[in-house]
């Protein structure tokens, strides 16, 4: 199978702050990679690396055998805040992509109207975001990276601000939509359960420097509904991961405080 | 709601009708003086007297224009400054001590020169007007377009936008508020201005009708002239904040 993205050596300073070091990582196409770590060890500055928004220090990326030297419509960025423009209705804010890229015709409104559809927005296309709660703005910020229709999807901790039950929904639907289109994801997430529900495979960072620390292949069966957060494979998954990144995030929290 | 709306206005209804009753027996029985005070219902008669004979309508023309003229005019260059200042930090740096020194100064005090300058027609004034509402629209949409969230323009750069669609996609309408509200207080700066001005000397404007009664002691004429200009003020006011929820309703609620 063709090697989707390939992050070799990759390293970011910032002034005297090792941010990251030395990760390589293989990514196929179509492939759910989930990064997990404690705060600060360098997971959005990894995505936003790989976006094209901020340069690497060393190392390269390669997209389909092509170097990422800056943003591009193969890549939709998914933020944590859900970065809606007010003034604009949900449908404008999700044609944004098309937009700047100097197209919106009849068929990238339809096609727009079909995402906002499977986001499960259909008929809150001409709301305005603050008439929306933060599980559909999220849904419109996700409907918004897919209207470029990228190769890959890059997502910041899209879930991060929503509430318990809304999170585990909007997992599932996450999963639901990339089973109709398996694009190669990259997910940054603090959950491991969130994690271990969604990937292929999962990458656990380390702090100062970050580094890659482990890479933990999910062995479980797809679709997966929620249901499957209580078979005890998963339990042990998470119980894994999260013995790999406890010191770590202990020291983190301890640093925190000071 | 509508019990709510009646609320918030019942206060305020009957506190002017009683401040307007209040002047009437005042100036009635209290201060019979009419060379010191005009009760309300002879402010109105004066009004009509006014209106009818043509003199309200050739003060408020004059008026008008040096109002209109000189807020576009303050307008136009003000915008564009603000715009130029946000663009390049050279430009905003050798402007800004010159725009917040200006904006501090009462300028209105430079009206005499002004007059001397160009005279007693409406040009004078239109130079008040637009140093008086110059500076409010330029710090304005300078602070404006500078204070764009980060958050939406990495949002637009990830969508591999150039700086001129992150500047009219997202810096503009974000600015637009700003604009807004300092085009909001121009109004009664511009106001100000042109009445001042006109007082310095005019041949006609709602100043010189305030003067010229002053000087004949007129009361009625001069509380005319200030009627039509509280009025002026309160209407454009509203005009604009019910622009504001037009334009930029997402700052509201
Ligand atoms: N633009 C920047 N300038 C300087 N330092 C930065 C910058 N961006 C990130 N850093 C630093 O790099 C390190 C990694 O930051 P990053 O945001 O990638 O961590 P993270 O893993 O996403 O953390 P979190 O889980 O809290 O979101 C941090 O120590 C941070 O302070
Ligand atoms: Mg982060």
Not at chain 1, 165 to 176: A, C, D, G, K, P
Not at chain 2, 75 to 86: E, Q
Not at chain 2, 180 to 199: D, F, H, N, S
């Amino acid at each position: 199978m063709a090697r989707k993205l390939d992050i070799s050596s990759l390293g970011k300073r910032f002034g005297a702050l090792e941010a990251l070091c030395g990760i390589d990582v293989e990514v196929e196409r179509g492939e759910f990679i989930c990064v997990v770590g404690p705060s600060g060890c360098g997971k959005t500055t990894l995505l936003r690396i790989v976006a094209g928004l901020e340069p690497a220090t060393s190392g390269t990326i390669l997209l389909d055998g092509k170097r990422v030297d800056g943003p591009g419509r193969n890549r939709g960025f998914v933020f944590q805040n859900d970065s809606l423009l007010p003034w604009r209705t949900v449908l404008a804010n999700a044609l944004i992509g098309p937009e700047v890229a100097g197209r919106v015709g009849a068929k990238e409104r339809q096609r727009t109207l079909e995402l906002l559809n499977l986001v499960g927005l259909g008929g809150f296309e001409h709301y305005y975001p603050r008439q929306l709660s933060g599980g559909m703005r999220q849904r419109v910020n996700l409907a918004r990276a897919l209207a470029i229709d990228p190769d890959v999807l890059l997502m910041d901790e899209p879930f991060a601000a929503l509430d318990a039950q809304t999170r585990e929904i909007m997992q599932s639907e996450l999963l639901r939509i990339w089973e109709q289109g398996r694009k190669t994801v990259l997910f940054v997430t603090h959950q491991i359960d969130e994690a271990v529900f969604l990937a292929d495979r999962v990458l656990v960072l380390a702090r100062r420097p970050g580094r890659l620390q482990e890479t933990v292949r999910i062995k479980l069966p797809r679709p997966r509904q929620l249901d499957v957060k209580r078979k005890p494979e998963f339990v042990d998954y998470v119980d894994h991961i999260w013995r790999l990144i406890e010191h770590d995030v202990r020291a983190s929290v301890i640093d925190e405080r000071q | 709601m509508w019990g709510a709306v009646r609320r918030n206005y019942l206060a305020g209804t009957l506190s002017v009708i009683g401040g307007l009753v209040l002047w009437e027996v005042v100036s009635r029985y209290l201060i019979a003086n009419a060379l010191l005070l005009a009760a309300p219902s002879e402010i109105l008669r004066a009004i009509y007297r006014l209106t009818l004979s043509g003199e309200m309508g050739r003060h408020v023309a004059v008026s008008s224009a040096e109002f209109a003229i000189g807020y576009a005019i303050a307008s136009v260059i003000g915008i564009g400054l603000g715009f130029g200042m946000a663009n390049s930090p050279t430009f905003r740096q050798a402007l800004q001590p010159w725009i917040s020194g200006l904006y501090a100064t009462p300028t209105i005090a430079l009206a005499p020169l002004f007059i001397l300058w160009l005279g007693i027609g409406i040009w004078s004034k239109v130079l008040v007007v637009i140093t008086l509402v110059l500076f409010p629209v330029t710090i304005n949409t300078e602070a404006g377009l500078r204070h764009t969230s980060d958050r939406l323009i990495e949002m637009l750069r990830s969508f591999g936008a150039n700086r001129r669609q992150i500047f009219v996609k997202v810096s503009l309408p974000s600015a637009l508020p700003f604009i807004l509200a300092g085009l909001k207080l121009g109004i009664g700066r511009g106001l100000i201005g042109v009445v001042v001005a006109e007082l310095f000397g005019a041949r006609a404007g709602l100043g010189e009708l305030i003067s010229a009664s002053a000087d004949s002691f007129n009361m009625p004429e001069l509380f005319a002239a200030v009627v039509v200009l509280a009025v002026a003020g309160i209407a454009m006011t509203a005009a604009f904040t019910w622009l504001e929820t037009k334009l930029v309703p997402w700052t509201k609620d």
